[in-house]
């Protein structure tokens, strides 16, 4: 019930300047979130390195889709780094008009997942067919589609309370934790895939609850970032549960999307 409380209040407030003065959006909570995003685009950048960057210009073997994915990933970082700092600045329109641009960006955010995915499940089939291995792969890559529109949607529906939008927003840069960090364990550290994958969604867990858990003390209010902790966990069952009669019924259903 606090919880409905607080998110109906933010959702009736329709500020004409955002109020840095709210503990949910002040100065402080603003320079954490740039620096949480310049050490992702860091992350990324060291994560990609080796299986993809390293391989300019000519990306030999790499098909489209990985380049649109890629460059759709890196937009969407870029915004969420921008935007913070224009409020900082107080250029509240040129905010909302580079927000606007989301209209468009976070739809081809998706589309860049789907046709990774599609593109990825291609060559598993040419080189397998379609294993347990395969369908708990798609059917797990596949709810980070499903966790980034839903994150993507409340904030767009709390555009008009400034600290659930940015929370939500946040929330959906912290969902490209896990593929950067399962290329730095691979790359630089030579773990095999399952096991850097099993690293990943117990770091993840740790991270989501560490930021739930100090930004309800520091608001003294319920975080939005509950949310994402749950879809931590979540991904946390999935993973564990990857072979079970279940999931694999449901990983086939959503192959037949690909």
């Known amino acids: ?3 409905q409380r607080v998110f109906s209040k933010e959702r009736g407030r329709v500020p004409e300047n955002i109020p840095l003065n709210d503990p949910f959006i002040s100065p402080a909570v603003l320079k954490g979130v740039i620096v949480g995003v310049i050490v992702l685009i860091v ?29 759709m990933m890196m937009a969407w970082l870029l915004m969420l780094l921008v935007q913070p700092l224009l409020i900082l600045k107080r250029k509240i329109k040129l905010h909302r008009r580079i927000g606007s641009l989301s209209y468009v960006l976070a739809p081809l955010v998706l589309l860049s997942i789907y046709l990774l995915i599609q593109s990825r ?15 708990s792969w798609i059917s797990i890559n596949f709810r980070l589609m499903v966790f980034f529109a839903v994150l993507y949607f409340l904030a767009m529906y709390y555009r008009k309370s400034p600290g659930l939008h940015a929370r939500f927003m946040c929330g959906t840069a912290l969902l490209l934790i896990a593929p950067a960090l399962v290329r730095v364990l691979i790359s630089y550290f030579e773990i095999s895939h399952a096991d850097s994958h099993s690293f990943d969604r117990n770091a993840n867990i740790f991270i989501a609850g560490v930021i739930t858990i100090g930004d309800s003390w520091k608001s003294k209010r319920l975080s939005p970032f509950l949310l994402l902790f ?21 990983g086939n259903v959503i192959a037949k999307m690909f």
């Open 1 to 3: 019930m606090k919880a």
């Open 43 to 71: 992350l990324a950048h060291i994560g990609f390195s080796k299986t993809y960057i390293h391989f300019f210009p000519t990306f030999d073997g790499f098909t489209t889709a990985q380049h649109f994915h890629g460059m």
């Open 121 to 135: 499940y291609d060559v598993y089939l040419a080189k397998g067919g379609q294993t347990k291995a395969v369908i």
């Open 230 to 250: 749950a879809f931590m966990v979540l991904q946390k069952i999935l993973w564990d549960m990857r072979e079970a009669p279940l999931l694999q019924a449901v």
